[in-house]
C-alpha cells in the first residue's frame, strides 16, 4: 500500500534554495529520494541536477543532495543559477489549508550545512520546467510509486543521442580548365625523436587522482537488502582532525568530509548498488596521527555491521555491498 507521507512529499515543490529560485520534483520511494532539481533565473536560464537522499522518518526531514548535473542552459546577462551542487536538509510541515512546506539549511555538497537555507512549497500547478518525471508524478497513485517504474524513468535523463561524425573529403582544386591538382601527399619524419629528459613524477594532488592511484583494500563486506542503508562515519580513537572522501562504483558522493566523534550520516538506496558495488574512503589528509581511521557503522533493516577502515598515501579503504 502507498502510504500517505510518499504520496505528501512526492510532488513538485517551488520555492528558494539559497536565494536561488529553485523547482524541485521530489518522488519518495521507500525511505529514499529520487527526482530533479532546476535553478533558475528565466526558462531560458538554468542548471539542471538530478537529486538522491532519503526522508528521515523520526526527524520527519527530507535530505537530498544534487547529484549528477543534466542539463545547463545559458541566457540572459547574469550567469546561469546552481553552479554548485548543494546538499539540502528540510523540516516536513503541513500547517494546514492543503499547505505543504519544505523549511531547513542547505549549502554546498561537499561542505557541513551552515547558514543557507530552503524555503519551497509544494505546488498543484503545472511545473515550471517539464521532463520525464511529470508523468511519474501525476499517476505516482495509480501505478508509477512501482519501484521499478521509478529507477527505469531515473535512467532516461542520461540517454544522450550520438550525432555521428561527418568529415568532408578533401577537395581537389583545379587550377586550369581541364586539369586537377591533387593535394600532395604530406611527407613523414620517419627519423627517431629524440629523447625526453624524465619527467620526476608528482604526488597526486586532486581527490580524484588519489582515488585511482592509490591501492583499494577491501575492510569488510555488507549484504545489501530491503530499501536503503545507512552509513555513519567517526573519527576512531582520538579525533585528530581527519578528513576523508567517499566514492562509489568510481564516483564521487562526497568529499571534505571531517571526521569527529559525531557520526557523519548518509543513506545509499539498495535499488542505487550494483549486484556488488563497493564504496571507497579516500584519505584526503592524514591527521596529526597517521593513518587516516574511520569508524564505520552499517544498518541495513535491524542488522548492524560495524568496521575499523584505515586510509593512507598507498592505499584506500574499501566497504564491499552484495545485494
Same mark, same amino acid.
Given at each position: 500500500?502507498?502510504?500517505?507521507?510518499?504520496?505528501?512529499?512526492?510532488?513538485?515543490?517551488?520555492?528558494?534554495?539559497?536565494?536561488?529560485?529553485?523547482?524541485?520534483?521530489?518522488?519518495?520511494?521507500?525511505?529514499?529520494?529520487?527526482?530533479?532539481?532546476?535553478?533558475?533565473?528565466?526558462?531560458?536560464?538554468?542548471?539542471?541536477?538530478?537529486?538522491?537522499?532519503?526522508?528521515?522518518?523520526?526527524?520527519?526531514?527530507?535530505?537530498?543532495?544534487?547529484?549528477?548535473?543534466?542539463?545547463?542552459?545559458?541566457?540572459?546577462?547574469?550567469?546561469?543559477?546552481?553552479?554548485?551542487?548543494?546538499?539540502?536538509?528540510?523540516?516536513?510541515?503541513?500547517?494546514?489549508?492543503?499547505?505543504?512546506?519544505?523549511?531547513?539549511?542547505?549549502?554546498?555538497?561537499?561542505?557541513?550545512?551552515?547558514?543557507?537555507?530552503?524555503?519551497?512549497?509544494?505546488?498543484?500547478?503545472?511545473?515550471?520546467?517539464?521532463?520525464?518525471?511529470?508523468?511519474?508524478?501525476?499517476?505516482?497513485?495509480?501505478?508509477?510509486?512501482?519501484?521499478?517504474?521509478?529507477?527505469?524513468?531515473?535512467?532516461?535523463?542520461?540517454?544522450?543521442?550520438?550525432?555521428?561524425?561527418? @568529415?568532408?573529403? $578533401?577537395?581537389?582544386? *583545379?587550377?586550369?580548365?581541364?586539369?586537377?591538382?591533387?593535394? /600532395? #601527399? &604530406?611527407?613523414?619524419?620517419? @627519423?627517431?625523436? $629524440?629523447?625526453?629528459? *624524465?619527467?620526476?613524477?608528482?604526488?597526486?594532488?586532486?581527490? /580524484? #587522482? &588519489?582515488?585511482?592511484?592509490?591501492?583499494?583494500?577491501?575492510?569488510?563486506?555488507?549484504?545489501?537488502?530491503?530499501?536503503?542503508?545507512?552509513?555513519?562515519?567517526?573519527?576512531?580513537?582520538?579525533?585528530?582532525?581527519?578528513?576523508?572522501?567517499?566514492?562509489?562504483?568510481?564516483?564521487?558522493?562526497?568529499?571534505?568530509?571531517?571526521?569527529?566523534?559525531?557520526?557523519?550520516?548518509?543513506?545509499?538506496?539498495?535499488?542505487?548498488?550494483?549486484?556488488?558495488?563497493?564504496?571507497?574512503?579516500?584519505?584526503?589528509?592524514?591527521?596529526?596521527?597517521?593513518?587516516?581511521?574511520?569508524?564505520?557503522?552499517?544498518?541495513?533493516?535491524?542488522?548492524?555491521?560495524?568496521?575499523?577502515?584505515?586510509?593512507?598515501?598507498?592505499?584506500?579503504?574499501?566497504?564491499?555491498?552484495?545485494?
Amino acid at each position: 500500500m502507498l502510504s500517505t507521507k510518499a504520496q505528501m512529499v512526492t510532488g513538485v515543490w517551488q520555492g528558494k534554495i539559497n536565494g536561488q529560485k529553485t523547482e524541485v520534483k521530489i518522488i519518495k520511494s521507500g525511505d529514499s529520494i529520487t527526482g530533479t532539481s532546476y535553478y533558475y533565473s528565466s526558462p531560458g536560464n538554468y542548471r539542471r541536477y538530478s537529486i538522491r537522499g532519503y526522508f528521515d522518518e523520526a526527524a520527519n526531514q527530507v535530505v537530498w543532495w544534487d547529484d549528477r548535473l543534466i542539463e545547463e542552459k545559458e541566457g540572459g546577462l547574469l550567469s546561469t543559477p546552481g553552479k554548485t551542487p548543494l546538499l539540502s536538509r528540510a523540516d516536513f510541515n503541513c500547517p494546514g489549508s492543503g499547505v505543504m512546506l519544505l523549511d531547513g539549511s542547505s549549502n554546498e555538497k561537499n561542505e557541513e550545512i551552515k547558514d543557507g537555507t530552503v524555503h519551497l512549497q509544494k505546488t498543484d500547478r503545472d511545473p515550471r520546467f517539464h521532463d520525464e518525471w511529470d508523468w511519474v508524478i501525476e499517476n505516482f497513485t495509480a501505478g508509477t510509486n512501482d519501484p521499478d517504474v521509478i529507477d527505469s524513468v531515473s535512467l532516461v535523463a542520461f540517454r544522450t543521442k550520438q550525432e555521428p561524425v561527418f @568529415r568532408e573529403p $578533401p577537395v581537389a582544386r *583545379a587550377s586550369k580548365p581541364g586539369r586537377v591538382i591533387v593535394p /600532395e #601527399e &604530406k611527407k613523414v619524419d620517419t @627519423r627517431p625523436a $629524440p629523447e625526453q629528459p *624524465a619527467i620526476a613524477a608528482t604526488t597526486p594532488k586532486t581527490i /580524484e #587522482e &588519489k582515488f585511482t592511484t592509490r591501492k583499494k583494500k577491501i575492510f569488510t563486506t555488507i549484504k545489501a537488502e530491503g530499501d536503503s542503508i545507512t552509513l555513519q562515519f567517526y573519527d576512531n580513537a582520538i579525533v585528530d582532525g581527519d578528513s576523508i572522501s567517499l566514492f562509489l562504483d568510481g564516483r564521487m558522493l562526497f568529499s571534505h568530509i571531517k571526521l569527529s566523534d559525531k557520526p557523519y550520516t548518509l543513506k545509499l538506496a539498495v535499488t542505487d548498488l550494483q549486484p556488488e558495488s563497493e564504496m571507497t574512503m579516500v584519505a584526503e589528509n592524514l591527521g596529526a596521527i597517521p593513518p587516516n581511521t574511520s569508524y564505520m557503522v552499517a544498518m541495513v533493516g535491524d542488522k548492524r555491521y560495524a568496521a575499523n577502515l584505515a586510509s593512507t598515501e598507498e592505499s584506500s579503504a574499501v566497504i564491499r555491498f552484495r545485494r
